[in-house]
């Protein structure tokens, strides 16, 4: 079974973690910019989190056979901060190089005027770069945040079929699928979806427009739940072939409109001793 995570915060997981996931078949992730737990005192500190998406975080992903991409956007929850409103002039920086292969996460946390103003003017980027967007649906009132989220993307102009809408459950799906995004579903120990619930989903609207991800972060969350997925796709009577689409080929077509999708680093750990700035992921083992 080989695995893309197309939604993951390996920034904030483990060696271990990284050892795991290639031991379970992941090949590949997307690493969306999100918000780290502790607030952000202005834009500064964006341009640092957003160098280590491209730079370490890659290099370390890369020591255990696994190709790191990401996506950069000011997310929702500090969009409403104003301390950080500038980044969204530093985003044009990033949107070009390899390895950033969408716009995100973008969309809503407490649907305010001020995350509405950063939605629009990320959404305008990602039309003027031709880049993916990669949306957050609210954790609260999901039903309404979601609607809203798909009149501003629908008023965006923006392709549908560039727009993976994330966090979904049974009630948001629906619409989701009926406005030609992409649908996403976080698969988690205890909130959101889990394994049998997201097999549940595939049979009632199938393989296509489809992503599953752990969301792995810095809470109680799983980076092996894709794994557990695919196990139970088979187990429901899905096919190797399903399983590989939903798992692999999906998030590949969806990501690759990007242009800049980075796939097929094979080093594996024999790669540790290699050094980024100075540094290995060893720190002074053999």
């Known amino acids: 079974m080989r695995i893309f995570d197309p939604h993951i915060h390996m920034t904030s997981r483990t060696t271990d973690d990284y050892e795991n996931m290639r031991a379970a078949g992941v090949r590949a992730v997307v690493e969306p910019a999100f918000w780290l737990g502790q607030p952000r005192t202005g834009p500064t500190s964006f341009i640092d989190y957003f160098d280590s998406l491209i730079g370490w975080e890659r290099f370390r992903a890369a020591q255990f056979g696994i190709s790191h991409n990401c996506a950069i956007a000011l997310n929702p929850k500090e969009a409403n901060d104003p301390r950080c409103a500038e980044v969204l002039d530093v985003l044009p920086r990033y949107l070009g190089k390899n390895g950033v292969v969408a716009v995100g996460e973008i969309g809503y946390d407490s649907m305010t005027g001020a995350e509405d103003d950063a939605f629009t003017r990320q959404l305008a980027l990602a039309v003027e770069r031709s880049l993916p967007v990669l949306v957050h649906t609210p954790h609260r009132d999901k039903r309404v945040g979601t ?3 798909l009149d501003v993307v629908r008023e965006s102009g923006i392709d549908p079929g560039a727009v993976l809408v994330d966090h979904l459950n049974e009630v948001t799906a629906r619409m989701v699928a009926d406005s030609g995004c992409w649908m996403g579903f976080s698969i988690y120990p205890e ?6 619930r997201m097999v549940a989903v595939l049979k009632e609207y199938g393989t296509a427009r489809i992503l ?3 969301a792995a972060d810095w809470g109680r969350s799983d980076p092996l739940k894709t794994h557990q997925v695919g196990l139970a796709m088979l187990a429901a ?17 969806f990501y690759g409109r990007s242009g800049h999708l980075l ?3 094979e080093h594996g750990t024999g790669a540790a001793a290699a050094l980024y700035e100075g540094n290995s992921v060893l720190r ?3």
């Open 147 to 149: 609607r809203r989220s």
């Open 263 to 265: 796939l097929g680093t």
């Open 284 to 286: 002074g083992q053999s």
């Open 191 to 196: 909130t959101k979806m889990d394994e049998h």
């Open 212 to 214: 599953v991800n752990s």
């Open 237 to 253: 009577g899905f096919s190797d072939a399903d399983v590989d689409r939903v798992l692999w080929h999906n998030p590949v077509e």
